[in-house]
């Protein structure tokens, strides 16, 4: 089946691109040193606040207020020990018989009142023998204390902020002084990525198109001699867990310049402006180390379209956008940085990011085939002890479909299961187990099957295997298993001998029948049909649709395409027709039924 990719080129300039480099330029013209006495007023008012706060709160924990009438009842009835006359208040030393029963604690004065203007106070006292002290003035301490409990707090605010004021100055911003619009990507060298070419399998034409980025990082001069330019940007496209990552580490250890590692994710905060304040400084930082390498792992979190059907309309990720469309054009192909971008869904990125002159090249970075994933199994096998009878020919035929992910996931878990049977290698037997729990799940030996769901299964998968077996183009049959595997009581694997990039009709058709063959070995041996073909069901019925609408394949509707669920991003037919009317849509829908059907009765055919 072919994969077609649509390439179209979008042009138009970016009006906002230079927003950003504009924001800021006339802050700098008011004078530093009315901000920073602007900061520390606000600072010292709210300090002071907190002081009267804080004594009004000590007070309150120290003293208890009492009125003069029962100052002087407590001065006749002896419970009075000391008193000390102040400026604007008499503070009051109870005996400790009164403040037992009282029950306040011995630490100092504990009581107070207001002062009153009793010439017959003093007389009081004296004739109750009772301490006290008068009130002396002294201007001297009060300069102190005013210096102390108001000046010098100031003062020490004063130059604190005053210190983080400069820090925030040199830093860009409030958010440059503290580190939030720093980049925060990961700098490796050669010695810390330990990725080579060599350590990437089945990928020899993207790793084809890589080579030369790397040649133009070690020998620029030849390039330039006949007027080629370094690439800007290369965009590495594909599934996940295909090896984009690997790759770019690969660029990066092979041309042993400095690689600044980043998801996209890492531009964005809280904060507006964050993220293209992160940009100018990730390419800040990639000049000074020039020539070098940055990676933008799953670059569609910042470079999604504008578009709102694409999902736009997050004015902070645009302004993100904007300034890296910048930065990609404001300096020149031979300065020596070259940026490395993965994503997995090349159609929702914006047209300015991907066109030439930002992104020169794009990647395809697809699913390995056959040798491939042969030449992948063995890098993966470094380091683990193989039996005699594993051939990693034979476990690339049964993963078709696998990722590079998915290989290192397979070998990783037959290692695990060596282990638990208490093996010191890995055999063949250890690895057909894994490729089944990776795509299937573990087997699920403890569960109680009856008598009559065994029998149902093993007609099921038997009615799969013969259809598998007689039919021309199936592939032919690996194994077949009546014990559950996840949602699956059993199932029935096929190997094929190699991986078809075009699949004819006849190859389809004889799936659709073979899919088929378990619902009908139910109906022919039982006379019954149950849940288990539900699986099936819906990868005949997606083949059937699939050759109608997208591959041509039906002589009823002819060969047009009328699009097919093949686009990743969903969003992107919002607001988008249906491009054929209700009629043709009712033929399709006969013709899938016709193609279902024949394939039914053939099968049935086949088996009786």
Known sequence: MDNYNNGNNYGGGNNNNNRDNRNGNNNNKKPKNVNLIVFVIIAAVITFIGITMLNSMLKNATYKEISYNQFIEMVNNDQVKKVALEQDRILITPTDDAQENNGVNKLGYTYYTGYVNDDSLVSLLKRKGIEFTGYIP???????????????????????????????????????????????????????????????????????????????????????????????????????????????KAVAGEANVPFFSLAGSDFVEMFVGVGASRVRDLFKEATKQAPCIIFIDEIDAIGKSRDSRYGGGNDEREQTLNQLLTEMDGFEGNTGVIILAATNRPESLDPALTRPGRFDRRVPVELPDLSGREAILKVHSKGKPFADDVDFKVVAKTTSGFTGADLENLLNEA?????????????????????????????????????????????????????????????PIHEVTIIPRGQAAGYTMTMPDNDDSHISRGKILDQIAMSMGGRVAESIALDDICTGAIGDLKHASDLARRMVIEFGMSDEIGPVFLGGDSEVFIAKDWGHQRSYSEEVAAKVDKEIRRILEEQFERAKQVLL
Do not use: W
């Open 415 to 475: 290692a695990i299961l060596s282990v638990k049977r208490g093996l010191g290698m890995i055999s063949m037997a250890e690895i057909e187990e894994s490729v089944m729990k990776v795509s299937m799940g573990p087997e699920k030996k403890s569960r109680i099957i009856t008598e009559e769901e065994k029998k149902q299964t093993a007609y099921h998968e038997a009615g799969h295997a013969i259809l598998g077996s007689l039919l021309k183009y199936c592939d």
């Open 138 to 248: 002294d201007s001297s301490s009060s300069i102190v204390e005013f210096l102390v409990a108001y000046v010098l707090p100031f003062l020490f605010i004063y130059v604190i902020f005053a210190f983080v004021y400069r820090r925030i100055s040199k830093g860009g911003g409030m958010m440059g002084g503290m580190g939030v619009g720093k980049s925060n990507a990961k700098v490796y060298v050669q010695k810390k990525t330990g990725v080579t070419f060599k350590d990437v399998a089945g990928q020899d034409e993207a790793k084809e198109s890589l080579t030369e980025i790397v040649d133009f990082l070690h020998n620029p001069d030849k390039y330039s001699k006949i007027g080629a330019k370094l690439p800007k940007g290369a965009l590495l496209v594909g599934p996940p867990g295909t090896g984009k990552t690997l790759l770019a």
